[in-house]
Nanobody, 122 residues
Framework: QVQLVESGGGLVQAGGSLRLSCAASGSIFGIDFMAWYRQAPGKQRELVAGISSGGSTNYVDSVKGRFTISRDNAKNTVYLQMDSLKPEDTAVYYC????????????????WGQGTQVTVSS
């Protein structure tokens, strides 16, 4: 089994910072793409930032220059550093990782974390 466990969410004032972490554990042969999504009340889930196994990154326009995604392959962990937070960043943040298990001929599979709440007050 594979698990993704997120941490680091919370309540912060506008202009503040938070750092989210997401650690993958279990029977893991390899991890490809990792990313953070978010879902605000009444809105669809959106991709916030992604990072390839080689370190290439991409961001949604609304967070460019404020958020930074990174990963530690030795720890199977992805991070999201969020600076200059705005009330519109309030959402539940989910991490996702594309993982291959050691099972023979197993496919690459997307696993999701349970989500962590980020609330930015004005």
């Amino acid at each position: 089994q594979v698990q993704l466990v997120e941490s680091g969410g919370g309540l912060v004032q506008a202009g503040g910072s938070l750092r989210l972490s997401c650690a993958a554990s279990g029977s893991i042969f390899g991890i490809d793409f990792m990313a953070w999504y978010r879902q605000a009340p009444g809105k669809q889930r959106e991709l916030v930032a992604g990072i390839s196994s080689g370190g290439s990154t991409n961001y949604v326009d609304s967070v460019k220059g404020r958020f930074t995604i990174s990963r530690d392959n030795a720890k199977n962990t992805v991070y999201l550093q969020m600076d200059s937070l705005k009330p519109e960043d309030t959402a539940v943040y989910y991490c996702i990782a594309r993982i291959k298990t050691p099972v023979l001929r197993s496919p690459w599979t997307d696993y999701w974390g349970q989500g962590t709440q980020v609330t930015v007050s004005s």
